[in-house]
């Protein structure tokens, strides 16, 4: 774990010395530069009085790297078809179980009858007009509209406008593993 480092990232993002920190924070410049320097491990008193003096989240100094945020550049994004072409998703977004997207749907098309599979899903229809069905609910939804299910539902999407429609979907689940139809 390279606290050290993120301590001194920070320190620095943010224009404080070691000798401002110090006389916040009545530790010594030698012990500081210990600590920057991954030399020393300090203990966890010892890290929140650091982590309130630089105004972060003590849990955020014990994240590993992959645990930080993640970026997905515009022209980085992953598109996938679905529905022998029909749908086409563009993958905005993936963090643990929690993944973003935005569906295009041309006219007529639909996600097919029996759709399931495990999370939460929440919908924000930006574009067209669709039908989404579960169960007994049935809902006409245009631009603007959101809605939201249990995924583990069979649920069913249909454009029913005459131009493309485009969904953005946030999707949750309790698992890393899965495959978002």
Same mark, same amino acid.
């Given at each position: 774990?390279?606290?050290?480092?993120?301590?001194?990232? =920070?320190?620095?993002?943010?224009?404080?010395?070691?000798?401002?920190?110090?006389?916040?924070?009545?530790?010594?410049?030698?012990?500081?530069?210990?600590?920057?320097?991954?030399?020393?491990?300090?203990?966890?008193?010892?890290?929140?009085?650091?982590?309130?003096?630089?105004?972060?989240?003590?849990?955020?100094?014990?994240?590993?790297?992959?645990?930080?945020?993640?970026?997905?550049?515009?022209?980085?994004?992953?598109?996938?078809?679905?529905?022998?072409?029909?749908?086409?998703?563009?993958?905005?977004?993936?963090?643990?179980?929690?993944?973003?997207?935005?569906?295009?749907?041309?006219?007529?098309?639909?996600?097919?009858?029996?759709?399931?599979?495990?999370?939460?899903?929440?919908?924000?229809?930006?574009?067209?007009? =669709?039908?989404?069905?579960?169960?007994?609910?049935?809902?006409?939804?245009?631009?603007?509209?959101?809605?939201?299910?249990?995924?583990?539902?069979?649920?069913?999407?249909?454009?029913?406008?005459?131009?493309?429609?485009? =969904?953005?979907?946030?999707?949750?689940?309790?698992?890393?593993?899965?495959?978002?139809?």
């Amino acid at each position: 774990m390279d606290i050290g480092s993120k301590i001194r990232a =920070i320190r620095n993002r943010k224009k404080i010395t070691i000798a401002q920190m110090c006389e916040q924070t009545g530790l010594s410049k030698g012990f500081i530069s210990n600590v920057e320097n991954n030399n020393t491990s300090p203990s966890i008193n010892t890290l929140q009085l650091i982590a309130n003096f630089l105004n972060v989240p003590l849990p955020y100094l014990l994240l590993e790297k992959e645990q930080h945020m993640s970026v997905v550049r515009k022209n980085e994004r992953k598109t996938t078809t679905y529905k022998e072409g029909n749908l086409k998703i563009e993958h905005l977004a993936s963090k643990g179980g929690l993944r973003m997207m935005l569906v295009e749907i041309p006219p007529g098309a639909s996600t097919g009858k029996g759709n399931s599979h495990e999370g939460e899903e929440s919908h924000l229809v930006l574009d067209g007009k =669709i039908l989404a069905e579960q169960g007994e609910d049935s809902y006409i939804l245009e631009e603007g509209d959101t809605f939201t299910w249990n995924a583990s539902v069979a649920h069913y999407v249909e454009n029913i406008g005459d131009k493309p429609a485009v =969904i953005l979907i946030a999707i949750s689940t309790d698992s890393e593993l899965h495959d978002i139809h």
